[in-house]
């Protein structure tokens, strides 16, 4: 109690020490009594840190250390080795080229490109789990096994969808020894060769994108040129023939569905 007194004098005002004092010596009593009519327990946390006795304490903490550091590495890897990059690239690009601003806004987007990324990689990831995580926890094969199980099938999606001469840039970079096919590729050599690969493929994407609401805002700018109307910004006027374009086209479908195609060839 004494402590309390303390804190309440540091931080509350004079006056305001005669309403406090008296609530909080009618609270606590309150509050355990409560807790002894109602069986409520308390709760008890306690954190220690001691010497193992087994080595399977070790593996286990180092297990948990393992697991907190994929979970603080999983947007990442989410970036890095997935789908993702390709989709939010190209949806970001549509956007602009409709000048809607802020329409879709950024968390549909993100959540589209998401769900798009789960989609295409549900394979992988699928393959992942049989191959790896299962045969691991059944005892099968240890940890180093179980993450070269997990690595092959990123490994191996990322590689089909590399540019040669990206691989052959970072191969280079690196300055390791100059690989007799693919798979003698390491992972950390592929990650950033597929990740310029995705840039590039979504900006040809962007690109054919730009071209019909390209033409549209010429033909827009054209007519008011002539018209005289040069004060009337043609963004204010393409605006809705863009829309009326994409929709009428099923932009959204024709879209989403080659993107998600381009991943299954």
């Known amino acids: ?15 305001l020490k005669f ?13 355990f009594i409560f807790a002894q009519n109602n069986n409520v327990p308390i709760p008890y946390f306690d954190l220690n840190i ?8 070790v593996s286990s903490t180092l297990q948990v250390i393992a697991l907190l550091t994929i ?3 999983a947007p990442a890897i989410l970036l890095m080795m997935t789908s993702f990059t ?59 096994q179980a993450l070269d199980n997990s690595a092959t099938p990123l490994k191996d999606f990322m590689v089909k969808f590399t540019r040669e001469k990206d691989l052959a840039l970072f191969v280079k970079l690196a300055k390791i020894e100059r690989p007799n096919n693919v798979n003698d590729v390491p992972l950390w050599v592929v990650i950033p060769a597929f990740m310029i ?3 590039k493929t979504a900006f040809q994407i962007g690109f054919i994108i730009y071209i019909p609401f390209l033409v549209i805002d010429m033909v827009v700018s054209s007519i008011l040129l002539a018209m005289g109307m040069m ?35």
């Open 1 to 15: 109690m004494a402590f309390i007194k303390q804190i309440i004098n540091n931080h509350i005002g004079g006056k």
């Open 231 to 265: 004060m009337l910004p043609p963004s204010l006027i393409s605006l809705p023939f863009k829309i009326m374009l994409f929709v009428l086209a099923d932009g959204w479908n024709l879209l989403v569905g080659s993107l998600t195609q381009s991943f299954f060839k």
């Open 86 to 144: 390709r989709f939010i690239i190209v949806l970001s690009l549509l956007r602009t080229a409709l000048g809607t601003q802020q329409a879709p806004p950024n968390q549909v987007l993100v959540g589209l490109s998401l769900f798009l990324t789960l989609f295409v990689m549900a394979p992988v990831w699928q393959q992942i789990n049989q191959e790896a995580l299962q045969p691991y926890l059944d005892n099968q094969i240890n940890q180093q």
């Open 71 to 73: 979970l603080s590495l």
């Open 19 to 31: 309403i406090v004092f008296p609530l909080l010596f009618a609270l606590l009593p309150a509050g």
């Open 197 to 199: 690969s995705e840039l």
């Open 50 to 57: 001691g010497q193992a006795t087994n080595p399977n304490q």
